[in-house]
């Protein structure tokens, strides 16, 4: 038994200072990056790094084509058949979507079961997907680096998104076995149990900034997954070294999120759930399995209209971020980035709730 008697800090524990900035309007940051990958130079992707979850609730085809507008990212969940790829494909040319445009902004997702990857592997023969997520609770096993160093093998023109994980050994592991994008983040989610019911997990600031550290020096890039609440929250990972943020909560509940919309006291939510839930298992694989418990669990979330309305309101946090601490561009945010250890973020005598 070992003690790391370093403090480990979350997003609630810090704050960015403000630095002197030449910026005289938030219109003048520049949120676009232009990213090069370890197992393919030849491939540079250009947007804005925000990646939506690959939880069925929000993976979805109908967010893919409102966040592709906006350069940003859907990891597409797992459950979808090969039909509905097909389905998805066939719309997207009769709309007249160029690859270059929607299938550099999503990514088809697999986990590491046999049957996961024969599907996986139809279809990239049939779609012009770049992007390959190997999602997994536990990136630790050595059956997931096996995965992914064989993925990368018959995939060798592919961007592999690979995890989770949350220390610097195993960023390294799985980018030395042909991961170019480290998913970062145990138990850090909103509806993620995992820390209560196995007490494993890191805070995800401290995650971000051991990752990080550790994909820069292989050339690789970690996607922080999960815990963000609130905009300031997306800049605190992207000043702390993520080159993506990902999140689930933050685009559930919305027109373009799956489920059913339902009214209750007179308000209308939608299901949000994780994906190691007991809605989730018994919803895919026939219930909980005697050998394991569920780690996730599910919410009505107030319904918020159409996912535009949040991205605005994110975009327009980070400028504002940036604006604080005179970085013109996302890619000088982490360089102009200085934390500062903190017992408590906001005045809330009022609560979160705005009039």
């Known amino acids: 038994m070992l003690i ?173 076995k042909g991961a170019d994008i480290i998913r970062v983040g145990i138990g850090s989610g909103s509806v993620c149990t995992t820390r209560i019911k196995t007490g494993v997990g890191m805070p995800q600031i401290s995650a971000i900034i051991e990752c990080a550290d550790a994909a820069r020096g292989l050339d690789g890039h970690i996607v922080s997954d999960g815990g963000c609440t609130c905009p300031g929250d997306y800049s605190k990972a992207f000043g702390a070294g993520a080159s993506f943020v990902m999140s689930g909560g933050m685009f559930s509940g919305h027109t373009e999120s799956a489920g059913s919309l339902l009214e209750k006291d007179n308000k209308k939510y939608k299901e949000f759930y994780g994906m190691s839930s007991s809605t989730a298992m018994n919803k895919y694989a026939g219930g909980v399995a005697n050998y394991r418990a569920s780690e996730g669990k599910a919410v009505l979330v107030p319904y918020k209209g159409d996912v535009i309305n949040t991205i605005n309101d994110l975009l327009g946090g980070i400028r504002s971020t940036c604006t604080y601490v005179g970085a013109s561009s996302l890619n000088e945010l982490n360089k102009r980035t200085t934390f500062m250890r903190v017992t408590q973020q906001a005045n809330e005598i009022y609560g979160k709730d705005n009039i």
């Open 4 to 176: 790391d008697n370093e403090i480990k800090l979350d997003f609630k524990d810090v704050l960015i200072r403000p630095k002197r900035s030449k910026l005289t309007s938030r219109s003048q940051v520049d949120l676009i990056r232009n990213i090069k990958f370890k197992h393919n130079k030849d491939y540079t992707w250009s947007g804005i790094p925000i990646m939506v979850s690959n939880m069925d609730t929000t993976g979805t085809f109908e967010m893919a084509f409102s966040l592709s507008k906006e350069k940003m990212f859907t990891c597409i969940h797992k459950h979808y058949t090969l039909d509905e790829w097909r389905d998805f494909y066939i719309k997207t040319t009769n709309m007249g979507l160029s690859n270059n445009y929607i299938f550099n902004y999503i990514s088809a997702t697999s986990g590491i079961g046999e049957k996961d990857l024969e599907k996986l592997d139809q279809i990239m023969k049939e779609i012009p997907i770049k992007f390959i997520s190997l999602d997994v609770a536990n990136g630790y096993t050595d059956k997931f680096v096996d995965i992914v160093e064989s993925t990368r093998l018959k995939y060798p023109d592919k961007i592999i998104i690979a995890g989770t994980v949350v220390t610097r050994e195993m960023t390294e592991e799985l980018l030395i």
